[in-house]
């Protein structure tokens, strides 16, 4: 197979993760296919979930602190009746309660428990730090995790289909939904906690991301698709047009540019405001990040520094 003669630019590639692929090695097929070490991710997939993994190349690395923290959507199925080691499909099963008795409205009424401003206990099986160690780490090797919970918000949790099966023996409910979630919350957590709200187990049977910031399935490349274009640049967007599908944008002038390129602070156009803003230059470029929660906006990163 033949390489690109030259890195590709900077940018950011949505890759629809497949199967059974952890983020690091979606991240390493992408470092080989760009022909650049200068590759991130921002936020990870499990293996077993498929879906939008937004990679950093080259300087659009720099964006990716910024883009973990945006919301994202998920489509999921949740299986009643059973609880998992690592609270999906990939752990091994820990009880069995069964779901014969659980009605549907009953699913939905929980859901609605777990939807807005909630605390959540992260799933044990994370890469959760605890005294130094991952929480994954301390798991398999048999010993107790006890994650303290922490506020996230479930802006959206809609109960789709629901499928009674026989599961050796066992009657379960597979449930099909839908989520908006902040970053930090764990899908494998809300079906966890959706079976313990119901009084019985619950975890992961499948996982699908749709969507990370402005960023959705329809701009994600199937990895098969990327790997068939070896040799050829990858098609990354451009990191102007990135930070406009992700963040609020702030057009600012020549004079403005300079003066954040310089590293100086310009007046807030919303002092106040809590989310990152995009600085774009009149010729199109992404000048900086800014920090407008203040009167003066500061820059977080920039991209474009003056120069004289």
Avoid: N
């Amino acid at each position: 197979m033949t390489t690109p003669a030259d890195p590709t630019p900077d940018g950011i590639l949505v890759v629809d993760k497949p199967q059974g692929w952890t983020s690091h090695d979606v991240v390493a097929r992408g470092r080989r296919l760009c022909a650049t070490r200068k590759v991130g991710h921002a936020g990870t997939l499990d293996p077993m979930a498929t879906g939008v993994l937004v990679l950093g190349v080259g300087r659009a690395t720099r964006l990716l602190t910024f883009l973990v923290g945006c919301d994202k959507d998920y489509t999921a199925t949740i299986r009643l009746g059973q609880s998992t080691l690592t609270d999906d499909a990939e752990g091994e099963v820990t009880a069995s309660a069964g779901a014969a008795g659980v009605e549907v409205d009953a699913v939905r009424a929980a859901a609605a428990t777990l939807t807005g401003d909630i605390e959540q206990v992260p799933s044990a099986v994370s890469a959760i730090k605890v005294k130094g160690e991952r929480a994954y780490h301390r798991v398999r090797a048999g010993e107790p995790v006890d994650l303290p919970a922490r506020p996230v918000t479930v802006s959206r949790f809609e109960i789709g289909d629901v499928r009674a099966l026989d599961v050796d023996g066992t009657v379960v409910l597979d449930v099909d939904v839908e989520v908006t979630v902040s970053s930090g919350t764990y899908v494998r957590a809300l079906a966890r906690d959706l079976g313990a709200a119901l009084g019985t187990g619950g975890h992961l049977t499948a996982l699908r991301r749709t969507r990370v910031g402005g960023f959705t399935l329809e701009h994600a490349h199937p990895l098969a698709d990327l790997e068939a274009r070896q040799g050829e640049r990858m098609p990354v967007t451009p990191l102007a047009q990135a930070a406009r599908a992700a963040f609020a944008v702030r057009e600012v002038d020549e004079a403005q540019a300079r003066t954040i390129g310089f590293g100086q602070r310009l007046p807030s156009e919303f002092a106040g405001r809590t989310e990152v803003v995009a600085a774009i230059a009149p010729d199109g470029r992404l000048v900086a990040m800014l920090d407008e929660s203040r009167p003066t906006a500061r820059s977080l990163v920039v991209f474009s520094p003056s120069t004289s």
